[in-house]
């Protein structure tokens, strides 16, 4: 899709190619499914609300940080060339304006679940930033991304909990293998770019045939710690089941990325199917009555 001319008005249709919307689903199965699970069963609708509401603005903050911080970065990148603040079809003033207005809006919304959540709620926005300074210096940027798409888990459990028992935290380090494999198979589209700019990811100081070699193996720890959290909280078989869906997703992945490095759209979609049968194992396991 292309973009519109530089000056023409800028609505709502831009504001979700900016905030790239479309991706947002990438990472609500999960955000879901461990609500589900923090709950044990369906939390009440004052809490879900809360939860989805900081769950998008902090994601949109970050968001739209990253657009501003990296604006420079992204105009040097082919893949990156045409977005909106490189373009000129909006201003780096509305970027920090709406990163403002959707910090504020994750902070009361945290206030409002509960202390413990209003407490941490700035240490979880600062790390969300801080990413986008990371790749500067630092391979680790794509685990650390990683760890921040593994702050979700632990921010459920205790926006509904008020605490972060065993269960979350192996929850939270789930996501954190299972997000770096995700952003290690995104980073390979832009190694050359990376090279060009000075950027650091895992592809960019390791290779990208020892980067994919790398990612069954953060796969199956992301789906080992999954399934203990199933043990932890001795969820039935239909949780097990929705893991080895997962389990096939990822080999599907891992092959495909292996087949072919440079073509990553299908198996970025693939992360979502993934998403998708956790989520359904999570429900079932909640709401149809079977023996563990």
Do not use: C
């Not at 709406?98 to 700035?122: C, G, I, K, Y």
């Not at 909990?161 to 494999?181: D, F, N, R, S, Y």
């Not at 959290?229 to 239909?238: A, H, P, Q």
């Amino acid at each position: 899709m292309t973009e519109a001319a530089p000056g023409a008005r800028f609505g709502l249709r831009d504001l979700g190619r900016f905030l790239e919307i479309q991706n947002l689903g990438l990472n609500l199965p999960f955000a879901i499914g461990f609500l589900l699970l923090a709950a044990h069963g369906l939390p009440s609708l004052r809490t879900l609300l809360l939860i989805v509401v900081a769950f998008v603005a902090a994601r949109n903050a970050g968001h739209s940080f990253n657009r501003w911080v990296d604006r420079g970065y992204d105009a040097r990148n082919p893949r990156t060339q045409g977005r909106a603040l490189v373009i000129g079809r909006t201003s780096p003033a509305f970027a920090v304006g709406f990163t403002v207005l959707m910090a504020a809006v994750f902070v009361l919304a945290a206030a409002l679940l509960n202390p413990l959540a209003a407490l941490l709620a700035p240490l979880a926005l600062g790390a969300i930033f801080l990413y986008s300074y990371t790749k500067r210096f630092t391979a680790v940027t794509t685990a650390y991304l990683g760890f921040v798409e593994g702050i979700t888990p632990a921010a459920v459990f205790i926006a509904v909990t008020g605490t972060l028992p065993w269960a979350g935290v192996a929850a939270t380090l789930a996501i954190l293998a299972w997000g770096t494999a995700f952003e290690t198979i995104h980073s390979l589209g832009d190694v050359e770019a990376d090279h060009r700019a000075g950027l650091h990811s895992i592809p960019v100081r390791i290779g990208v045939r020892p980067a994919i070699r790398l990612l069954p193996l953060l796969h199956g720890v992301g789906l080992l710690l999954l399934a203990a959290v199933g043990y932890l909280l001795r969820l039935n078989i239909v949780y097990f089941l929705g893991i080895v869906g997962m389990t096939v997703v990822a080999s599907i992945i891992d092959a495909a990325i292996s087949r072919d490095p440079a073509r990553t759209d299908r198996p970025f979609r693939l992360h979502f199917l993934g998403g998708a049968f956790f989520l359904v194992g999570v429900a079932g396991a909640l709401f149809v009555a079977l023996p563990l």
